[in-house]
């Protein structure tokens, strides 16, 4: 089965602290996502990367930045962690550059920032 | 802004009834929706994908029927049963394919009445 694993299921941080939120998949894939959820807004898509070193803003990059040196690892960077940025994160990874599409979540990461 | 949306936040329903989720996107290149089903406390799951080139698709107990007409998709659930109680999304491939993620609706929470 692919695993997405994101290291950190509940994080409590304050304003303006740098936040590193952490993802790893085991099945090879070339993508990997970061989304945020928030209630009655859906999942949100933040940035992704199709690539080791590789990375494409999504519909909200603002406040965000991402890492990926290594193909299995993605990370989220919250440079100054504000309140507004209290959110479940999602990471997925998918497989191929036309692949079908699917992608597969980790179980999240709940942010309180205070 | 947002492709892809769902009409009910909230949908109740008696144990053993089908159930019937919608959602009506507006980009009428999508080519590719999935479902997907989020339990409390965890990721979002696959339940069933269907391409532009279908209008139906079965699975275990789930249908998708996808209408290109109106630009409307509908997940049905047969003999619904107390773990179907999770919250529903539907999504679309993003422009770019498989490699650029998805498109996330809003969300139905899916409520089973014993």
């Known amino acids: 089965d692919v695993k997405v694993t994101q290291s950190s299921r509940y994080l409590v941080k304050r304003t303006g602290e740098k936040v590193f939120l952490e993802c790893v998949q085991d099945?090879?894939?070339?993508?990997m996502f970061w989304y945020r959820q928030d209630p009655g807004l859906g999942l949100r898509l933040i940035y992704f990367?199709?690539?080791?070193?590789?990375?494409e803003k999504g519909d909200i990059p603002e406040g965000y930045s991402v890492s990926r040196e290594k193909k299995e690892r993605f990370s989220l960077i919250l440079e100054s962690a504000s309140t507004n940025q209290t959110s479940m994160y999602l990471c997925?990874?998918?497989?191929?550059?036309?692949?079908?599409?699917?992608?597969?979540f980790g179980e999240g990461s709940r942010l309180t920032v205070l | 802004g947002e492709s892809v949306g769902l009409h009910l936040p909230t949908l109740s329903v008696q144990e053993g009834d089908n159930s019937i989720i919608n959602c009506a996107y507006s980009?009428?290149?999508?080519?590719?929706f999935i479902w997907y089903k989020q339990e409390s406390g965890k990721g979002p799951q696959f339940i069933i994908d269907?391409?532009?080139?279908?209008d139906k698709r079965q699975g275990q107990r789930v249908t998708v029927l996808l209408n290109k007409t109106v630009k409307h998709l509908s997940l049905q659930i047969a003999a619904t049963q107390p773990g179907d109680s999770a919250v529903y999304f539907c999504a679309e491939n993003r422009s770019g394919g498989g490699a650029d993620g998805l498109t996330f609706g809003k969300g139905t929470h899916l409520i089973i009445q014993p």
């Open positions: 990367s199709y690539d080791v070193k590789m990375k």
């Open positions: 997925a990874s998918s497989g191929g550059t036309r692949a079908t599409g699917e992608l597969f």
């Open positions: 269907i391409r532009s080139n279908m």
């Open positions: 099945m090879d894939h070339e993508n």
């Open positions: 980009n009428s290149a999508s080519d590719y």
